[in-house]
């Protein structure tokens, strides 16, 4: 996003909005007795908070014409935009969410996702690199139907096409499936890895409603220190084939 | 998008936290769905009208129910606050069998009484293992049980301290402040009810 600098009337009203600190109220170079908002680019994941919630009267913030690599920080901030690889918008993963039509996670493995940058941080994409190289060099095959997965130079590797590295985002989904005999080694590299990035990331664990509290995944991640929250999602199953 | 897990809160304050959401499975069942979306919507709303919307279209409180209800391309959200409320919509929603996709997120125990009320039989569910990285960058936990109901990040925790300046400094009531939260969470699954009651203990504190 930007600020029309001739239009903004520096109130400041925007500033709270942004869900990652990037704007602020700064002197006017020209007049320093006025002050002027200024969107830091480097830190705005280009979310569209700060245009939508309305609240510039002088309608001085715009979208502005976004290219490659820069184009990847609005869709994977900007839940309106529909990720074209999946046809899913928000973060551009079905997910378990209509798992009893698709049959995307099957009994004998569990779906796993590791979602980079949430809650409320964001995260640069080398931050995601690190944690899915670390995945996939322990044999850790990431889902296709994901949008992140588009994003990688090498698939088998995790490796990010490398001008997409320093570009930052609200949060985007690493998600993969993970066998029985995997889950401890898989939980240890996240728990490693927890000291290496700078911003924060989120766990899932997807299985099936008997795993609760006495199923194996949950005991083992509990072994490893983590944490399972009483409250989660629940796939009610009224999902069916209906095109022809 | 797995935008309705990893809400933060206290048993109490999640007990009167529910999402639906509807999603279409590509390739699947994706053809025409919008006039599915826009009945299963409908029969949601029903029981409902705390929050509902759509993340490719707004959320109630940017445009009209009936507005969002014709834009459904790939589904919607909708909040409740009470098990009752949710029983009789996911009852309803299993005997009209439209068939599209239905994803309750709460209290794992609250959830599954709702569905063995329903008759529903979930086949799977999805679970939360906690926040981890730098740690030092999160909001703290007052400010993270807000952010944390728009899954997409969209409500910013600046916001969360701006509301309740304002509703201390008399320029904002309670209500219009867990309104104004709400409306960057553009797929409407953020629950102004429960941020209501959230900040109104915050401002007595």
């Given at each position: 996003m930007r600020i029309e600098e001739g239009k903004c009337v520096g109130c400041g009203l925007c500033i709270s909005y942004c869900p990652v600190g990037a704007i602020q109220l700064n002197e006017d170079k020209?007049?320093?007795?006025?002050?002027?908002?200024n969107i830091d680019e480097d830190q705005c994941v280009e979310c569209g908070v700060c245009l939508r919630a309305q609240v510039c009267k002088s309608q001085a913030i715009y979208l502005p014409?976004?290219?490659?690599?820069?184009?990847?920080?609005?869709?994977?901030?900007?839940p309106m935009v529909e990720h074209k690889e999946t046809g899913v918008p928000g973060r551009g993963t079905e997910e378990m969410k209509t798992n009893e039509v698709t049959g995307r996670f099957k009994r004998g493995s569990w779906g796993m996702?590791?979602?980079?940058?949430?809650?409320?941080?964001?995260?640069?994409l080398w931050e995601l690199e690190l944690i899915a190289m670390a995945l996939a060099e322990k044999g850790v095959v990431f889902e296709p139907r994901n949008p992140v997965t588009f994003l990688f130079a090498d698939v088998k590797t995790g490796k990010l096409k490398p001008e997409l590295k320093n570009e930052k985002v609200l949060s985007a989904i690493i998600e993969f499936e993970v066998k029985p005999e995997q889950l401890r080694e898989v939980l240890k590299i996240l728990k490693d890895i927890s000291d290496?990035?700078?911003?924060?990331?989120?766990?899932?664990?997807?299985?099936?409603?008997e795993e609760e509290e006495k199923g194996p995944a949950l005991k083992i991640a509990r072994e490893m220190g983590f944490p399972v929250y009483p409250n989660g999602k629940v796939n009610l199953g009224l999902g069916r084939v209906l095109n022809k | 998008m797995t935008h309705t897990l990893h809400r933060t809160g206290d048993i109490e304050s999640l007990k009167e936290d529910f999402t639906m959401l509807t999603h279409v499975a590509r390739g699947y069942n994706d053809h025409g769905a919008g006039e599915r979306l826009k009945q299963m919507a409908e029969i949601a709303r029903k029981y409902t009208n705390l929050n509902y919307g759509d993340c490719k279209v707004g959320n109630q409180f940017m445009m009209s129910p009936e507005?969002?209800?014709?834009?459904?391309?790939?589904?919607?959200?909708?909040?409740?606050?009470d098990k009752e409320s949710l029983i009789a919509c996911m009852k309803e929603l299993k005997e009209k069998n439209i068939g599209i996709s239905v994803v309750v997120s709460g209290l794992f125990d609250e959830v599954f009484d709702c569905c063995k009320k329903a008759g529903i039989n979930p086949p799977l569910v999805e679970f939360a293992l906690g926040i981890h990285g730098n740690k030092n960058k999160i909001w703290p936990k007052e400010i993270l049980d807000f952010v944390t109901m728009c899954g997409h990040g969209l409500v910013s925790g600046h916001l969360v301290k701006k509301m309740i300046e304002d509703i201390t400094n008399k320029k904002i009531s309670i209500k219009e402040a867990a309104i104004e939260l709400a409306k960057p969470c553009l797929c409407g699954a953020f629950n102004p009810y429960r941020a209501a009651k959230l900040l109104e203990k915050l401002v007595t504190q």
């Open positions: 020209k007049n320093n007795r006025k002050k002027k908002v014409e976004l290219k490659w690599p820069r184009v990847a920080r609005r869709a994977f901030s900007d996702a590791v979602e980079v940058g949430r809650p409320g941080v964001g995260a640069r290496q990035v700078e911003t924060v990331f989120s766990v899932d664990l997807i299985s099936f409603p | 507005e969002i209800a014709n834009k459904h391309t790939v589904g919607w959200q909708v909040v409740f606050k």
